[in-house]
């Protein structure tokens, strides 16, 4: 077991290790995947591969299987609720949602340890800010407005 020293008061406390990664909008699990192989191997981190797709979660399931990884455990939830329940245990979070993160933001927060690194992405961004008016349209039922504050407009876009 990995065990890191803390120095508390002029005290050292000696701490177990063991990092957990929150990937809470997983579809295929390969960002996990990444997170799985590309981290030291010494660290006894675990993964959280969360989708709200029953589809989404059994591709999480085959392609760890593929990729040989025990590191990763799939879950299907709600990602709010999936990050309400691991309330202050989580030392990474990765979010990734098609529309704007905001709703997830406040549940991230709740997961996050002290020291916790929070990464966002919005795959759909360009089409939120106004890049693709007829895409953001259809997918979202929302008219963007393509502007120096597309971003800000793409935020409010769920
Ligand atoms: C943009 S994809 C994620 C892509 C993935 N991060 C990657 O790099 O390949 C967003 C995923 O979020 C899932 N999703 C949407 N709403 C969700 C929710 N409330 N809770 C959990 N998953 C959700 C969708 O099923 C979809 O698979």
Redesign the pocket.
């Known amino acids: 077991m990995k065990e890191t020293k803390h120095k508390l008061n002029g005290n050292e406390y000696k701490m177990e290790f063991k990092p957990i990664i929150v ?6 699990v ?2 996990s995947i990444r997170y799985a192989k590309e981290l030291p191997q010494d660290i006894p981190f675990k993964v959280i591969a ?4 029953p589809s ?1 979660v059994e591709a999480i399931k085959r392609n760890s299987e593929y990729n040989k990884i025990d590191r990763i455990i799939p879950s299907q ?4 609720i ?1 990050l309400h329940e691991n309330s202050g245990k989580a030392d990474v979070i ?1 979010l ?3 529309g704007a993160p905001n ?1 997830f933001l406040d549940a991230a927060m709740s997961a996050a340890k002290n020291g916790c690194l929070l990464c966002v ?1 919005c ?2 961004m360009a089409c939120l800010a106004g890049t693709h008016v007829g895409a953001c349209y259809a997918k979202y039922g929302s008219m963007p407005w393509h502007s120096s504050n597309g971003h800000e407009f793409g935020l409010r876009i769920h």
Not at 23 to 28: I, K, M, P, V
Not at 50 to 53: K, L, Q
Not at 77 to 80: E, L, P, S
């Open positions: 990937e809470a909008l997983a579809a295929s390969l960002r969360n989708d709200i797709s989404a939830k709600d990602a709010v999936l990765d990734d949602p098609y709703l992405t795959t759909d």
